[in-house]
């Protein structure tokens, strides 16, 4: 079996994988001890935190996720140091998913929300991060004298009734109208694009889209994977 680790802004989450790619086990990463007796070949993890997880009990060998590794794609972003390797790898699994040479938006909708490009020449150019969800409903709330800390909950009218309903209705409608901005921007430039979403708010989000979209709770996963395997054979 092959180990995937997503350490998160929130969340430290794995998958197990078979060598056929098949996904055998997935769920919240406690600590290595719960891997010790598992017959694995390889891990692999990916960190946006700023302290590297301690992984040395790991019975296997450990590889870091970032851009300097062989991938099967192209990195033209201008400063691939920063890029994060949470938006790489999501743009890696949706590429393993997809049909060959299909132009490719990734929607990472968690703590932030990213936008990922990825070319039908798998060239990956860039995209767009934007304040998550809940970051939206804090930043209301610490940054003014009197708004409320709202619980989120699905508001569908166009309008609040209420100072909860306002920030409900306007947090979400604008993380739905921006959304929908983003996916205009990308089919323009690409018809035939494929449209991803993952991340804690992607179910919720994606009922409120109106293009086809497909909604992959652990496509960074699968994009780690494919890493894995992609050294693997070089």
């Not at 692999?44 to 300097?68: D, G, M, Q, W, Y």
């Not at 390797?85 to 699994?93: F, K, N, Y």
């Amino acid at each position: 079996m092959y180990l995937t680790l997503d350490f998160g802004n929130t969340q430290a989450k794995f998958a197990l994988f078979s060598e056929q790619g098949e996904l055998v086990d997935n769920g919240l990463f406690q600590d290595a001890a719960q891997f010790q007796h598992l017959p694995i070949q390889q891990a692999i993890f990916a960190t946006v935190r700023k302290e590297i997880p301690f992984l040395t009990s790991l019975p296997c060998p450990i590889h870091l996720f970032n851009t300097s590794m062989k991938l099967p794609l192209t990195i033209q972003y201008q400063t691939p140091h920063t890029l994060g390797p949470d938006r790489l790898a999501a743009t890696l699994g949706a590429q393993k998913l997809s049909p060959e040479n299909t132009p490719i938006l990734t929607i990472d909708a968690g703590t932030c929300i990213t936008y990922d490009w990825l070319t039908p020449t798998r060239e990956y150019i860039g995209g767009a991060i934007s304040p998550g969800m809940h970051m939206r409903y804090i930043a209301l709330h610490q940054q003014t004298g009197k708004l409320p800390l709202v619980s989120h909950e699905s508001f569908q009218n166009p309008f609040g009734t209420s100072t909860n309903e306002s920030i409900l209705c306007g947090v979400q409608q604008g993380i739905i109208g921006e959304i929908n901005h983003q996916i205009d921007l990308f089919n323009e430039k690409y018809p035939q694009a494929r449209i991803y979403i993952t991340g804690g708010d992607a179910l919720f989000l994606a009922e409120h889209i109106k293009s086809e979209i497909f909604v992959e709770p652990l496509l960074i996963h699968h994009g780690l994977f494919h890493a894995l395997q992609y050294n693997e054979i070089q």
